[in-house]
């Protein structure tokens, strides 16, 4: 019985390992040339400059809606030029804002319509589609609510559409408005660093498909129709329009130096919320476009694999959360297995399917200008939050294998710019599901097996244990008692008198 528990256990972790294996695959590819994009200078005349249409999908965004639509208003593009279209499916007091705002930025001579629809139907592709069907932008920008555009941002993305007619979408890198909120904000960012600063960069660098991340980026119209546009077959539109698209044969480029500031999510059910969507959405996508994929003939080879292994990555939180049940039974098989074959796994457990997942991790913190020492001190807490969220996103991934349909659910925010503000008090709380019992029950198990390995003297193995201990208990106990976790940092920050992040709002940047 310790035999088969170990090799379940090691087969679990093999299959893991290939995950790791193509984080290395990516960072290889980063070493590649930057590929020459097309770029053609703006006209001297504004009133020759291009239609550009700015498309805000918002729902029951009271707290940041009104900041997105100032940001909007301040592009610098030619007022003659620019049409704005505020996309409002609320049904709250975020309706009244927008209207007076909107009215008062139209008294002011900007191009701005707020568009409200009867119902909800196809929720944000759905608005998207609704209001491209009126919109006469040449190029189509699209910004969430929770997003605060740069002055110049058209001005630096659209001379690469220009440059390129083969060139279909133009995607902005996220940063993070309120990144030292919290150890969780950190976090987040660290993973968001990672997927736009190694992923996008490596794809692109390899010919390989890029995604188009829902929001900050600027669409080349005609290439949105040439895809039969938005569908709400899936809950990540953003991906399922990306790959149809591609499979076109119209590339996209990613600009690393073109950074939007954005807020995270400020706790933790809404974030586990928004991770279930992209989890689950990413599997509908695969079910849709998996099989066309492989059977269209311009697409090559390495284009396929990469792009199902895009599509098909979140398969290993499955894997995570079955190797998730074992920790305590293996954590008393392996001390009457045999030490030789043992050690030889777990070193293939910490060179294979470690390091290059913290490599990876480590080398995007470095890409987008962090420092070395605070980054090492992270990687280990990321890691751990990675494993917390393997029941939550397993449950996406099995819900999308399955077939099971479900309404998208929005990430609320709350207008948290300095580490001082918070969250409590405020309205749209996140749901909360009863997952939190199992993580908590994983945790506490898996804290368990790293005392029966330590007492064994198993400390690498136990090692990989207090991983599964911290992150689940840490995502178990901040989703049972989401202001618990909310008001001691709160305390801790006024106990420590910390300064306001004032640096984080954004401003123009000119180049």
Known sequence: MAAILLISYYGLFAILSIYGMHRSLLLFRLLRKKPRIGRKELPEDPLAFPMVTIQIPIYNERYVATRLVDAVAKLDWPKEKLEIQVLDDSTDETVALLAELCGTLRAKGLNLRHIRRKDRSGFKAGALAEGLREARGEFVAIFDADFLPRADFLKRSIPYLLGDEGLGLVQGRWEHLNRDHSLLTRLQAIFLDAHFAIEHQARERAGHFLNFNGTAGVWRRSAIDAADGWSHETLTEDLDLSFRVQMKGIRFHYMHDLGVPAELPAEMNGFKNQQHRWAKGSIEVARKLLRPLWHCDRIRLGAKLEGSMHLLNNLAYLVVALASFLTLPVAFARGSANPALTVWADRYLL??????????????????????????????????????????????????????????????????????????????????????????????????????????????????????????????????????GERLRSRTWTLLGSHTNASLIPKSRVG
């Open 351 to 484: 060179g294979i399917g470690l390091l290059p997942v913290l490599s990876y991790f480590f080398i995007a913190q470095l890409l987008v200008g962090k420092k070395i020492i605070p980054s090492l001190l992270l990687l280990p807490a990321a890691l751990a939050l990675g494993i917390g969220l393997s029941i939550n996103n397993a449950k996406a991934v099995l819900e999308g294998l399955l077939g099971h349909r479900s309404a998208f659910v929005r990430t609320p925010k709350y207008r948290i710019h300095k580490t001082k503000d918070s969250w409590i008090g405020k309205t749209y709380a996140a749901r909360k599901g009863l997952g939190f019992l199992l993580e908590i029950f994983l945790g506490l198990e898996a804290l368990g097996a790293f005392w029966v390995a330590a007492w064994n003297g198993c400390w690498s193995m136990g090692l990989f244990f207090l991983f599964f201990a911290t992150g689940y208990l840490y995502t178990g106990i901040l989703s049972a008692s989401p202001t618990f």
